[in-house]
């Protein structure tokens, strides 16, 4: 009995944390949460962003910002593709302003440098952890 009651609080904090999906399952951000860095453009390249699935945070969108400008709302389990020009782009994770609930008001602010090349493709991943909250990194499809 006093296994369970140590062993179930590890479990349930465990259960916060996110995970990757199948593919079959990840449905593309609707076009009307996609808010910029759509039309492709001569020698453009691609940044690619895949939300985990959890519990965390699973009711609300995150705002995807792209140069810090915001490019996208994001849900769990979704995927976005950005169309941007090379070079080095700062792509970032923030709470999602657009929402007047408590999902909005949050504190996070996470960056990642994404160098990218004419042509090329590169894959991001957030994640959500019980002990850091949500992050955005570099993912291999």
């Known amino acids: 009995m006093r ?28 076009e009307d949460r996609l808010l910029a860095f ?14 985990d699935f ?6 609300c969108f995150v705002a995807i910002e792209v140069d810090r400008k915001v490019a996208a709302r994001i849900g769990v389990g979704e995927v976005a593709t950005f169309q941007v020009p090379p070079g080095t782009r700062v792509v970032g994770i923030t709470p999602d302003r657009m929402d007047d609930t408590l999902c909005g008001m949050g504190r996070l602010l996470r960056e990642v440098a994404v160098p990218v090349k004419s042509g090329e493709i590169q894959h991001l991943r ?16």
């Not at 465990?14 to 951000?29: L, M, Q, T, W």
């Not at 759509?38 to 939300?51: D, K, M």
């Not at 959890?54 to 009711?59: A, P, Q, R």
């Not at 957030?126 to 499809?141: A, E, L, M, W, Y």
């Open 38 to 51: 759509q039309e492709a453009q001569t020698n453009s390249a691609q940044i690619v962003v895949n939300r």
């Open 3 to 30: 296994s369970i009651l140590i062993a179930l609080p590890l479990l349930l904090l465990a259960g916060c944390s996110s995970f990757r999906g199948d593919p079959e399952y990840i449905k593309p951000v609707p």
């Open 54 to 59: 959890g519990v965390m945070g699973g009711g």
């Open 126 to 141: 957030i994640v959500s952890q019980n002990k850091g909250g949500f992050d955005i990194r570099p993912d291999k499809p």
